[in-house]
């Protein structure tokens, strides 16, 4: 998707953006607000972000309830995320 485009803070949110016309498409609420990382799925349909609650939190953006919640969470880390893709 070159349209869209993830950014994270640690004012606890997951913000996906119309890279072109610079509007929020989605501010998704996190669990943690120490976030390191994040990054967008070429599908357009996921998004996933980590830091130093050591879990990587992947969310589905084609949920049809709001606000959007976690699909999955993968904690097998025993230190901090510094970086997550999609492959």
Not at 72 to 87: D, M, N, Q, V
Request: glycine share 6%; net charge positive.
């Amino acid at each position: 998707d070159r349209r869209h485009l993830v950014s994270a803070s640690q004012d606890g949110k997951l913000i996906v953006w119309n890279a072109y016309t610079t509007n929020k498409v989605h501010a998704i609420p996190l669990r943690s607000s120490w976030v390191m990382t994040c990054a967008y799925s070429p599908s357009g349909t996921l998004v996933a972000c980590g830091g130093l609650d050591n879990i990587c939190s992947v969310y589905n953006l084609k949920h049809r309830e709001a606000p959007i919640r976690v699909q999955r969470e993968l904690a097998a880390h025993t230190g901090y995320l510094s970086c997550c893709r999609f492959l």
